[in-house]
């Protein structure tokens, strides 16, 4: 391993969400249509499971509502 290529396993985050691009993955159903791969991860993309990957960090919170935003952007104004 290069000593220039962090292991991310030993840093403090994690991949929410992952598409694994070798030819492996995708030759025997799409061919070299790489487009149709793409296509077809983004449909079954679960996406309440990136959420919950993605906010499992206390330290991170669900974004807010733009009205909470402005509300809070006025009061400190």
Do not use: C
């Not at 061919?31 to 906010?55: C, S």
């Amino acid at each position: 391993r290069p000593q220039n290529r962090p292991n991310w396993r030993f840093q403090k985050f994690a991949p929410i969400l992952g598409l694994n691009m070798w030819q492996e993955a995708y030759l025997l159903d799409y061919g070299l249509d790489k487009e149709a791969y793409i296509a077809k991860f983004w449909e079954v993309v679960n996406w309440d499971l990136v959420h919950q990957r993605l906010f499992k960090n206390e330290s991170l919170s669900a974004p807010k509502p733009r009205q909470q935003q402005q509300q809070q952007q006025q009061q400190q104004q």
